[in-house]
């Protein structure tokens, strides 16, 4: 298999329950990241890990919590959301570059509903 | 704050017809990125330009970055059904790691 891979593609889950969104790369890239992408808003970025490392929390309520326990693999694990989290939650890779900017590869993403 | 609008927001328009996409900003950019989400999937790259004034091709695709890399625009040439999708830019951000700032999106309708 290759590219980037998320499970489950949907989820549905009531404010309390706890779940959690799996992504995995096999491009042998060293970061990845997690974006939400909500109805007429730009793509957000939520989280970025390079090497395992997280590098980045943009601002993110903490009812979101990433993990990242190797270079291939993704958390995102989500408890007492709230129904305006509803949205498609895009995970993505790409090789760090020094002074550049590497392309993303995503996933085709999980489409979250909170009810 | 570093901001990509794209216009228009929707386009619907039939096979055979020409269109282009338009991506700006008031801050420059040292490259941009191009990619196409079709319904259901994630976003796919289809170009980075990097040079003030550049322009590639991309089979019925043309893109091009402005003189002075605060703008961006998708020529697509005798738009096809498969053409259909959501047409986002990205652009690297000035400060902190490698993080791309996407614009506000074209969603595209081509009907055969």
């Known amino acids: 298999e290759t590219g980037v891979t998320q499970t489950p593609r949907h989820l549905v889950m009531g404010m309390t329950n706890k779940k959690s969104l799996k992504c995995e790369q096999h491009?042998?890239?060293?970061?990845m990241y997690w974006y939400k992408q909500s109805a007429k808003k730009p793509l957000e970025l939520m989280f970025v890990?390079?090497?395992?490392?997280?590098?980045e929390n943009n601002s993110v309520p903490s009812r979101f919590s990433p993990e990242c326990p190797n270079s291939s693999h993704l958390f995102l694990h989500l408890h007492t959301l709230q129904p305006e989290d509803s949205a498609l939650y895009l995970c993505?890779?790409?090789?760090?570059?020094?002074?550049?900017?590497?392309?993303?590869?995503f996933g085709n993403g999980t489409r979250l509903t909170v009810t | 704050t570093q901001l990509l609008e794209q216009s228009p927001q929707f386009l619907s328009i039939q096979e055979g017809e020409n269109l282009t996409v338009y991506c700006n900003s008031s801050?420059?950019?040292?490259?941009l990125q191009w990619y196409r989400q079709e319904p259901g999937e994630g976003p796919v790259l289809l170009v980075t330009?990097?040079?003030?004034?550049e322009v590639k091709k991309l089979k019925r695709l043309t893109f091009q970055f402005g003189d002075a890399r605060k703008d961006s625009s998708l020529h697509i040439t005798a738009a096809q059904p498969g053409d259909t999708g959501l047409y986002l830019c990205?652009?690297?951000?000035?400060?902190?790691?490698?993080?791309?700032?996407f614009g506000t999106g074209t969603r595209l309708l081509v009907s055969p």
């Open positions: 993505a890779s790409s090789q760090t570059r020094t002074g550049g900017n590497s392309p993303l590869h």
């Open positions: 491009l042998g890239h060293n970061a």
């Open positions: 890990y390079s090497l395992e490392e997280r590098v």
């Open positions: 801050s420059v950019f040292s490259s």
């Open positions: 330009v990097v040079t003030g004034g």
């Open positions: 990205a652009g690297p951000m000035n400060t902190g790691f490698q993080k791309l700032v």
